[in-house]
């Protein structure tokens, strides 16, 4: 080999590692990096979400022969896990944007998941009073404080929207 290849080959694989190492300094870059996994999050989800409707659709025939229970227990059940899994898709899909409701969107999903559990629990007959009244507790706890959420924003946004700032409203009232 001549020295001119060797310069090139050389020139070549500089070019190479240079081009890799950007790329690599782009994917984990911060901002980056997040975005590239609530991307893989959304695609996950979605991924998911198809997932349940197929498997749901493959068990219906032999559901169906079975009786009312286990239709019962599989369409309902997988009904409310694919809204769990849409509920949790909505969050990401708002945190990527910055919407700031992601947080809502987890709760509603969370309770989403409790009522499917709910469900299932009521017609397996598995579980006690107990059980049920845990559940009950974990929705309630969960409304409620989506509930004092979602009151916080209303007024939070209807004193932005009226302009009125704490001093410039402590002033008036003083006058």
Known sequence: MSDNETNEKDKERKIKEKIKEKVINQIFEPENFIRNML??????????????????????????????EPFIEIVVGNTFLLVALLEIYEGVADLEK???????????????????????????????????????ALVLAIAGARLLIAHGNLVLSSKKKSGDDDDERTKRENR
């Open 39 to 68: 991307r893989a999050a959304e695609i996950f989800f979605v991924i998911a979400a198809f997932g349940i409707v197929i498997y749901t659709i493959y068990e219906l025939p032999s559901v169906i022969i079975q009786g009312f």
């Open 98 to 136: 910055g919407k700031g409701r992601s947080a809502l969107d987890v709760m509603d999903a969370a309770t989403s998941f409790l009522l499917r559990e709910v469900i299932e629990t009521v017609y397996e007959k598995d579980g006690g009073v107990e059980l049920l009244l845990t559940y009950g």
